[in-house]
């Protein structure tokens, strides 16, 4: 089984730090402020390390069923379709694949 090309940190806070000032540039965030789609990076950056060596198209069933018990969601319950862009990113970016 291939190694994760990992090219982001494996740090939260500097990715958080990254998300913060590029997530404008990302075409599903629209007017949203960051805080709407911090949870959705925070995700993806867990689930990345959580799943190694897997690749998305074999963990989004999952994460998609686990976006509702995730402790970083929004409370005004977020739905996955709303999210998975943004997850899908920070997934990525943990992964290599931008």
């Known amino acids: ?19 913060r000032k590029n997530y404008r540039a990302r075409p ?8 709407f789609w911090q949870p ?3 995700y993806g950056y867990d689930s990345a390390q ?3 060596h897997k690749e998305w198209q074999d963990v989004e069933a999952d994460l998609r069923s686990g976006w509702d018990q995730y402790e970083y969601r929004h409370k005004d319950h977020t739905t996955w379709e709303q999210m998975k862009d943004a997850v899908r990113d920070a997934w990525d ?3 290599g694949n931008k």
């Open 40 to 42: 959705a990076y925070h």
């Open 93 to 95: 970016r943990i992964v």
């Open 1 to 19: 089984m291939a190694q994760p090309r990992r090219s982001a940190t494996l740090d939260w806070t500097a990715e958080d730090e990254y998300w």
């Open 28 to 35: 599903y965030t629209g007017t949203s402020d960051y805080d």
């Open 50 to 52: 959580q799943y190694p």
